[in-house]
């Protein structure tokens, strides 16, 4: 029994460190007394052998590049439930015999039976544990049986939590690559405050907590006002209509030491955009981190060729995200009010919007994975 403990704790610390599976498939092998084994976490719409034991690798290249689209395996009349063990006696029938699968690819391994625990089967995904007998020990006695049977359930589980965490892993180097070159801290929260995202920006500031902290899982800021402000934005955003097409709030993040706010652009994002940047279907909110001081200088240049903004266009819109109001963006631009307001108009006519909230809202949003024209 302390064997058997040893090998499903083996299992689980696989799917912290994927490359322990070889071990672990080679251990149920010779558990087993089988011939070789292979482990497939996810297949989707192809070959993937995950983990090999006795396996020769020419014949695992030849299995992903070719002999999968002829695996029984993989068809209805003989797919194996999550969690089944079963012993696939079709090895045995003359049907099989006759197929190109046999003569091609199993016969010549000398592979006489197949022990199967299934791990997965839905349309995308295919998952299993397959042990291939040899003739001189073509089915599994009752103790193997039961060894099996035993670790199944804890290879299910551990199949669904390596999908999951490389699923994870894939969404966070991609939202990473997306985000690294950005010039402002970005957040993604559940509606309830949990930090599902952060890019190395926003991790700088909670390290240093610059007006936003880290706590108990959830983002809040250095007062409990900002805080309930933060919550009430993304609470909303779980209400249907409400994500696609509201702002949100600003937030000014106190640095204090003599230094202007940060400004916290705190926009909610529906299901559809939710599933595009981090494959899941509910409503989430974005939390984008602007320091006025450092400027936006190649986002803006990047926004403005997108929109075809003219050079004077594209300064005041710098003002007005930085979070200046029109007036004081005409100040600080040293122009007329009025010229201020035709270059706003003009802004708004190219970009598709009516007021600066929606103008904030569409600057940030641009710089999302799968947003239009984002980088």
């Known amino acids: 029994m302390a064997n058997k403990t040893d090998l499903i704790s083996a299992i689980y610390d696989s799917i912290i460190e994927p490359s322990r599976w070889d071990e672990v498939v080679k251990r149920i092998v010779e558990d087993t007394k089988s011939f070789s084994g292979n482990l497939v976490l996810r297949q989707p719409d192809a070959g993937s052998l995950t983990a090999l034991y006795n396996v020769d690798p020419m014949i695992a290249d030849a299995y992903t590049?070719?002999?999968?689209?002829d695996d029984p395996l993989r068809t209805q009349?003989?797919?194996?439930?999550?969690?089944?063990?079963?012993?696939?006696?079709?090895?045995?029938?003359?049907?099989?015999?006759?197929?190109?699968?046999?003569?091609?690819?199993?016969?010549?391994?000398?592979?006489?039976?197949?022990?199967?625990v299934g791990l997965e089967h839905t349309a995308n995904d295919f998952a299993l544990l397959a042990l291939t007998?040899?003739?001189?020990?073509?089915?599994?006695?009752?103790?193997?049986?039961?060894l099996l049977k035993t670790l199944a359930p804890h290879l299910q589980r551990a199949a669904a939590l390596h999908t999951l965490l490389a699923r994870t892993r894939a969404t966070t180097e991609q939202l990473g690559a997306a985000f690294a070159a950005a010039g402002f801290a970005i957040f993604l929260l559940t509606w309830d405050c949990q930090i599902l995202f952060v890019n190395p920006k926003a991790e700088d500031l909670l390290r240093r907590q610059m007006g936003l902290r880290y706590e108990r899982g959830r983002l809040v800021t250095a007062t409990p006002a900002l805080t309930h402000r933060l919550q009430a934005v993304a609470c909303a955003s779980s209400r249907s209509g409400r994500a696609e097409g509201d702002i949100g709030d600003t937030l000014e993040l106190n640095r204090g030491e003599n230094r202007p706010p940060l400004l916290a652009h705190v926009i909610p994002l529906g299901p559809s955009r939710t599933v595009s940047i981090f494959d899941i279907d509910r409503p989430a909110v974005a939390v984008f981190v602007v320091d006025p001081a450092d400027g936006l200088g190649a986002q803006i240049l990047r926004f403005a060729a997108r929109f075809r903004l003219t050079p004077a266009e594209s300064r005041v819109l710098g003002e007005i995200v930085g979070g200046s109001g029109l007036l004081a963006a005409a100040k600080d631009l040293k122009i007329s009010e009025t010229t201020a307001r035709t270059h706003m108009t003009h802004i708004f006519g190219k970009t598709k919007t009516t007021r600066q909230t929606e103008l904030i809202r569409r600057f940030f949003e641009s710089a999302l994975p799968g947003s239009p024209g984002s980088a």
């Open 65 to 69: 590049q070719t002999y999968h689209k």
């Open 77 to 116: 009349a003989w797919s194996i439930a999550p969690g089944e063990v079963r012993a696939c006696s079709y090895t045995q029938t003359d049907s099989f015999k006759a197929t190109a699968y046999y003569d091609e690819f199993v016969r010549p391994q000398g592979w006489a039976g197949l022990v199967v």
């Open 133 to 146: 007998r040899s003739p001189n020990a073509l089915w599994p006695e009752p103790a193997e049986w039961r």
